[in-house]
């Protein structure tokens, strides 16, 4: 059983998010999935991004640093979208990390510090044409090619939210192997020791 902290997108915990939050128990895993908009869901991505906008990037990010405080330190951090700040943050930042799972979105890694961290691996998803993914390419790149313990993975397509099935852009076939992927990752790290 691992750990695992999973932050919502810009939508907000949608039932997709909580449905894949649900798939990663049933795997045997202890899922905690904060919600970092007190409840609101958006159905649209501009509403989702407007709302978050109000706010700012740095509370969002900070809302889910605060949420972990709360939580065990011996955690996978895994983030949708909007979700990658405050997961890779954490897995930066946070000791005790087991690993981060940066679903549609990457940031640089000189955001939270000078280097990713030695012990942590890392997985980053994505589809290949996807416009929004693509400001990010070149941060996911780097991150792989700097650590050996990292891994991108691109699927087919265009859609960004692709793993949500409660969305449009849901791709039922990217988001079961992608899935998949995440299980085999969450259970290469229930053996790791970390400081």
Not at 5 to 20: E, K, S
Not at 57 to 74: K, N, Q, W, Y
Not at 90 to 115: D, K, M, N, S
Not at 147 to 168: I, K, T, V
Request: aromatic residues 8%; contains cysteine; hydrophobic residues 45%.
């Amino acid at each position: 059983m691992t750990e695992v902290v999973l932050f919502h997108h810009a939508q907000g915990l949608t039932r997709g998010v909580a449905a894949f939050a649900d798939e990663l128990r049933a795997a045997g895993h202890t899922v905690h999935a904060p919600d970092l908009f007190e409840g609101r869901t958006f159905d649209s991505l501009d509403e989702g991004q407007s709302y978050v906008e109000r706010f700012g990037f740095g509370e969002i990010t900070e809302r889910g640093v605060r949420a972990a405080e709360r939580l065990p330190r011996d955690a996978v951090y895994a983030g949708f979208s909007l979700g990658v700040l405050p997961a890779q943050k954490l897995a930066q930042t946070r000791a005790g990390a087991r690993g981060a799972l940066l679903f549609h979105a990457c940031i640089p890694v000189t955001e939270f510090g000078t280097a990713w961290p030695d012990h942590v691996p890392v997985q980053v998803h994505a589809k290949e044409a996807d416009p929004l993914f693509a400001e990010d390419l070149d941060a996911a790149r780097a991150l792989v090619s700097g650590h050996a313990a990292a891994e991108m993975f691109l699927y087919p397509g265009e859609q960004h939210l692709f793993a949500d099935n409660s969305l449009s852009s849901h791709d039922p076939d990217a988001a079961t192997l992608l899935l998949q992927r995440t299980v085999e990752f969450l259970g290469s790290c229930q053996g790791l020791s970390r400081t």
